[in-house]
C-alpha cells in the first residue's frame, strides 16, 4: 500500500515547543494561563480588533456568538447552507430555528441575492433573524460588501464563521472582522491547529468579557460558588494554546504554501476542459486551505464518485465538497432559499465538487501523485502541453 496521503494533516513547526515547556516549567496546565493571554492578544493584534477570547473549539465561540447576541428558544438564525454542520448545530443548542441561504457561483458562499429575499420575507413575516451567520468556504471570503450592507439594511448582527478563512482577506480587511463577532477554528485540519481549539473575536470588549465568564462556568463574583446564569466550560487550555502561538507564527508561511499548492494544482488540471476550479474573488485573496474544483461529467464522462474511487484506492485523502445543510437529515423541513428560482448553486457544487490533498506539508512528489491519479482517472496520462491554448 502506498503512503497515505491526507486531505490537511497538522503542520507543526516546532516553535510550538518552546511555549508548551514555558507551560510545564511554571505548572501552568489549566484552561488559563499566560499562553492563553499571548494567545488572544497575538490573534486580536493579527486579525487587527480589540478583543479575542481562546475557547475549546470554534463550535463554542459560535455557540457564545449566539449567545451573545439573545438567540432563544423560537428565534430565526440566518446561516449560509454549503458548510459544515459546526456552522449551524449551536443554533440547535439555543433552540433557535435555522434558514439556510444558498452559495453564489463567484465564491461558493452565501448568495446575497437570496439572503436579500430572505430578510424581505423576514420583515414581512414580522420576524427578522437575530443573526446572520455567514461562512468563508475553504478560505475564500463570501462577497461581503453586498452581504453587510443588507445586514445593516435590516439592522441584522454578523457572525463570520473563519473556521476556515484565518490569514484570507477581502479587499484588504482581514477575514473575521467583518461582523459583530468572528470564530476561528484550531482543529487539526485547519490551516493553523492547536489539535482543538478554537476563537470568537470582536471590537465589542463588553461582549468579550461576558464570552469570559460564560465559558468559564459563569461564576458571579463572590468567594464562594455562586452562579446566576448558565454557564459552559468553553475556555482552551493553556498547553494548547501555547501551540497555538507557535503555529500564529508560521500562519503567513501556511497561507502562501497552500495558495502555491493550488497553483500546481491549477496548472496541471485547469486547462482539461470539464474541470473547473472554486474561483477567488477579484481583490480578496483566499487562503486555500483547501483546493476545490467541480468536475463536469457530461464533459469528462467521468463521476466525481470514480474521481474519489480511484482515490482512494490510491491510499489518497479526498472529498466532496460538503453536503449543504438544507439536504441533511438533521435539518430536514427547515426554511431554504436558493440563489435564484430554480438554481440551487450549493446543491451542484455538492454534486461536482472535489476537495484535494491540501495540507502544508504535502510534498511536491506526493501532489504529483494526486495529479497523476486524477490524469489516469480521466485517461488523460499524457501531459497536456501548451498548446492547448
Ligand atoms: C471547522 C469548522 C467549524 C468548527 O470548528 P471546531 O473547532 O471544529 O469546532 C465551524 N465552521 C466551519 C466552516 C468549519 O470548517
Known sequence: MKKRIYLSPPHMSGGEKKYIMEAFE???????????????????????VNEAVALSSGTAAIHLALILLGVEK??????????????ANPILYQEAEPVFIDSEPDTWNMSPDALKRALQDAVIEGKLPKAVIVVNLYGQSAKMDEIVAL?????????????????????????????????????????????????????????????????????????HYQHSIRGYNYRLSNI????????????????NTRRAIFNRYYEELADIP????????????SNRWLTALTI??????VSVQSVL??????NIEARPVWKPLHMQPLFEGSQ???????NIVSEKLFYTGICLPSGSNLTQSDQMRVIECIKNTLKLTVKTESNMF
Open 26 to 48: 511554571t505548572n501552568w496546565i489549566a484552561p488559563l494561563g499566560p499562553n492563553v493571554d499571548a494567545f488572544e492578544k497575538e490573534i486580536a493584534n493579527y486579525v487587527g
Open 74 to 87: 423560537g428565534d430565526k438564525v440566518f446561516c449560509s447552507s454549503l458548510t459544515f454542520v459546526a456552522s
Open 151 to 223: 445586514c445593516h439594511e435590516y439592522g441584522v448582527p454578523i457572525i463570520e464563521d473563519a473556521a476556515e478563512s484565518l490569514g484570507a482577506n477581502y479587499k484588504g480587511q482581514l477575514s473575521g472582522t467583518f461582523g459583530e463577532f468572528g470564530v476561528f477554528s484550531f482543529n487539526g485540519n485547519k490551516i493553523i491547529t492547536t489539535s482543538g481549539g478554537g476563537m470568537l473575536v470582536t471590537n465589542n470588549e463588553v461582549a468579550a468579557k461576558k464570552a469570559r465568564f460564560l465559558a468559564t462556568q459563569a461564576r458571579d463574583q463572590a468567594q
Open 240 to 255: 494548547l494554546a501555547g501551540i497555538g502561538r507557535g503555529q500564529l507564527e508560521v500562519l503567513e508561511d501556511r497561507v
Open 274 to 285: 470539464g474541470i473547473h476550479f472554486m474561483p477567488e474573488l477579484q481583490r480578496t485573496r
Open 296 to 301: 463536469d461529467e457530461r464533459v469528462l464522462g
Open 309 to 314: 474511487q480511484n482515490m482512494a484506492d490510491e
Open 336 to 342: 431554504y432559499y436558493p440563489h435564484h428560482e430554480g
